[in-house]
């Protein structure tokens, strides 16, 4: 069974920094996009930032030149480096990743659990 777990979330101060992590695991057989959503109280799930796996990226232009996207293609692993946080930054962040499993044809979407970033004084 595939799953995607994260880690990493946390309160930090405007301005500070947080690094999101989340490892795929289970029956894989390949992994193609990763990225991270985000979704604040009110609001729609929003795309953060994806990495395809030739590590081609995307961002929304509310977190280019403060966050990173990157993965490790052995660990089956993303990451998220957020610099500069803002209040407006504060969402429950999730980890998502298009896979195919073994013995299957086609790629799934997956999902992590999510993890609670907040940026306030």
């Known amino acids: 069974q595939v799953q995607l777990v994260e880690s990493g979330g946390g309160l930090v101060q405007p301005g500070g920094s947080l690094r999101l992590s989340c490892a795929a695991s289970g029956s894989i057989f390949r992994i193609d996009i990763m990225g991270w959503y985000r979704q604040a109280p009110g609001n729609p799930r929003e795309l953060v930032a994806s990495i395809d796996s030739n590590s081609s990226t995307n961002y929304v232009d509310s977190v280019k030149g403060r966050f990173t996207i990157s993965r490790d293609n052995a660990k089956k692993s993303v990451y998220l480096q957020m610099n500069n946080l803002k209040p407006e930054d504060t969402a429950v962040y999730y980890c998502?990743?298009?896979?195919?499993?073994?013995?299957?044809?086609?790629?799934?979407?997956?999902w992590g659990q999510g993890t609670q970033v907040t940026a306030s004084s």
């Open positions: 998502y990743a298009a896979i195919r499993p073994v013995g299957r044809l086609y790629d799934s979407p997956f």
